[in-house]
């Protein structure tokens, strides 16, 4: 499964275009990220750092030391909006945050506000603390940020930072197992942006300490919780299922799964049993992980409820950053597919249309007591959303060698190195309502350029023509490679018939036995009680009846989208179901996804 290590294409080489996805991100830039903005500023967060800067009187304003990473967040969602076009205004703003937190930086390098706020607490008391967490979601914003502008003010605070680290902990020093893995993919993007490659090592060393018995705090002492909740339960190699907190598990696994790219062979039975039990045992329909809300993490295996299902926003932008590197490190694209599930399905429901309100957790029932936010007291899922979205150009392809990897069919034109040589690649689609994708490759040399397109896992068929003539593909882990003599100008059109579809569960899921679940393409249906007023509760879809499509169909208050009919017996008893991910968008009623098969 491993040995591809494909290259990432990065944000500012992707122009995502006309479409689902670039409608989204034109209300990420005019409503979420002005939003987010404010409620930085509205809830103390940035006047922790002008306090923290002597800039301002008072002490630490909030519940929770980690707020200082919303701040970093939100400032890497910035970097990602500025690689992909100019804003003067933004980049100001940008700017003048970065500064006032390298002015909120001590002398020595270390970097938390409540600390330092705090002289009563003393610095590296608690492994739970979250002040390597914070601490490398600022090294990830100045990363990114540095590569949008080249601002060496964001860089030399993070490498200041990260030194820091380095003289405190590390062979020789001392001994340290943060609650949170956020650092350690941190330090893997500062190695990649500095060359230096002693972070990496740093990195390397964080992973190598868990489960050695150096994990010290309230966390490790709770029963409730214990080292398992952090994954200091056992070396990370020896991992071989799910355990403890879900977003934590999947940044500790995208850490590995780097390391694996790097050559650290040692980790790839762990990430080859853990992918097989988080796809089989641990993933909702819809790509949620993280079914009990007491540890924001992982139950029995199989133990997948609806109505108490936790699916935390976080641990779905988490899942994506480790399959994206699981394709990029294997070449496989059941990778990509998980990906796409998690993007239009869960990941896509904890952010309302209006691009305002938030969902924390993710439920696959409710009954109508379950509405988004405007923030929270623990605002990490807006914070996350807010550096993701403008992101997502991202996870459209990869390179290993000389073949372009299309993994997402998201309209874009994207500016590629393959070979040595630069080709243009410019993707068309109305995906997801619409299972037509277009790719038109440039260049002034193409001849060595392989194009390999990923066949969704749903996909029943695929057809595959280049300038409007069939043409042959080889299969090969899950995509259609085409092989042949490229002419600038060629276009290839495949196309994946998307009728609505049932969906059933394992067996060993308890919930969901006698149930079905409806889908179009990667779109996981729900039913809503807006759109069917003799109730959701005893809805239900027998086998005998017809799932009709109609894209062109709008259901009021969230315009155009799919609405699918399930017909009986009985035409009264027909249900509309719409995109579970636009559910919660109307007026408070219930929903569910999965529905007794009568």
């Known amino acids: 499964m491993s040995g591809a290590n494909l290259s990432a294409v990065p944000v500012a080489q992707v122009a995502v275009r006309d479409g689902f996805w670039a409608d989204r991100q034109q209300v990420y830039r005019e409503v979420t990220l002005p939003h987010c903005l404010a409620e930085l500023e509205s809830t103390g967060r940035l006047a922790n750092f002008r306090r923290a800067a002597g800039q301002e009187p008072g002490g630490f304003q909030g519940r929770y030391g980690f707020d200082d990473s919303d701040v970093y967040k939100v400032l890497e969602g910035i970097a990602y909006v500025l690689m992909t076009g100019p804003s003067p205004a933004l980049a100001a703003r940008a700017d003048e945050m970065f500064r006032l937190i390298a002015a909120a930086q001590e002398p020595d390098g270390y970097l938390f506000t409540r600390s330092t706020l705090s002289p009563e607490r003393t610095r590296w008391s608690d492994m739970n603390s979250h002040e390597m967490y914070t601490g490398g979601h600022f090294i990830e914003a100045a990363v990114a940020y540095h590569q949008a502008t080249g601002s060496a003010v964001a860089l030399d605070t993070a490498r200041r930072l990260a ?93 590995m799964t780097d390391a694996a790219v790097r050559g650290h062979e040692a980790y790839a039975p762990a990430l080859r049993a853990l992918w097989d039990n988080v796809v089989q045992h641990h993933l909702y329909v819809t790509g949620g992980i993280g079914a009990a809300g007491g540890i924001e993490g992982f139950g029995a295996p199989d133990a997948l409820p609806n109505r108490e299902a936790y699916c935390e926003t976080c641990a779905a932008i988490a899942l994506v950053l480790w399959a994206d590197r699981m394709n990029r490190w294997t070449g496989d694209a059941s990778a990509a597919d998980v990906i796409e599930q998690v993007l239009y399905n869960g990941l896509l429901a904890g952010w309302s249309q209006s691009g305002d309100r938030f969902f924390y957790d993710n439920p696959l029932a409710s009954d109508g007591s379950h509405r988004r936010q405007p923030w929270f007291g623990c605002a990490c899922c807006p914070s996350n959303l807010a550096r993701f979205l403008p992101s997502v150009g991202r996870y459209v392809y990869a390179i290993g060698g000389d073949t372009v990897y299309v993994n997402q069919f998201i309209s874009s034109d994207a500016r590629l190195a393959v070979g040595g040589q630069p080709v243009h690649v410019a993707q068309r689609t109305g995906f997801p309502w619409a299972g037509r994708v277009t790719l038109q490759l440039a260049g002034d040399n193409l001849a060595h350029v392989q194009l390999a397109i990923r066949k969704p896992a749903w996909a029943a068929s695929a057809t595959v023509t280049v300038n409007g003539a069939p043409v042959p593909v080889r299969w090969a882990r899950g995509y259609l490679v085409c092989e042949r003599v490229w002419q600038t100008g060629d276009e290839v059109a495949v196309e994946f018939p998307l009728p609505a579809r049932r969906v059933h569960a394992s067996p060993a899921v308890v919930a969901n036995r006698g149930s079905v679940a409806l889908a179009r393409g990667p779109l996981v249906y729900a039913v809503e009680g807006a759109d069917n007023p003799g109730g959701v509760e005893h809805a239900a879809c027998p086998p005998s009846a017809l799932l009709l499509a109609d894209p062109l169909a709008e259901v009021a208050g969230l315009g155009p989208t799919v609405r699918v009919r399930a017909i009986g017996p009985n035409a009264e008893a027909a249900l509309t179901a719409i995109p579970y991910f636009l559910w919660a968008n109307r007026d408070p009623g219930p929903m569910r996804v999965w529905l007794p098969e009568l």
């Not at 990649?192 to 994990?215: M, N, P, V």
């Open 163 to 255: 030194d820091h680290y380095r003289t405190e902990f590390g062979p020789g020093r001392r001994h340290w197992v943060d609650g949170h893995e956020e650092v350690g993919l941190a330090l893997m993007r500062l190695a990649d942006e500095t060359g230096d490659e002693g972070y990496a090592d740093f990195a390397q060393w964080h992973l190598e300490e868990r489960g050695r018995g150096h994990g010290r705090g309230a966390v490790w002492d709770d029963p409730a919780f214990g080292a398992a909740y952090s994954q200091d339960r056992i070396p990370v190699a020896d991992l071989r299922a799910a355990e403890g907190h879900a977003v934590r598990l999947m940044y500790l696994l995208s850490g």
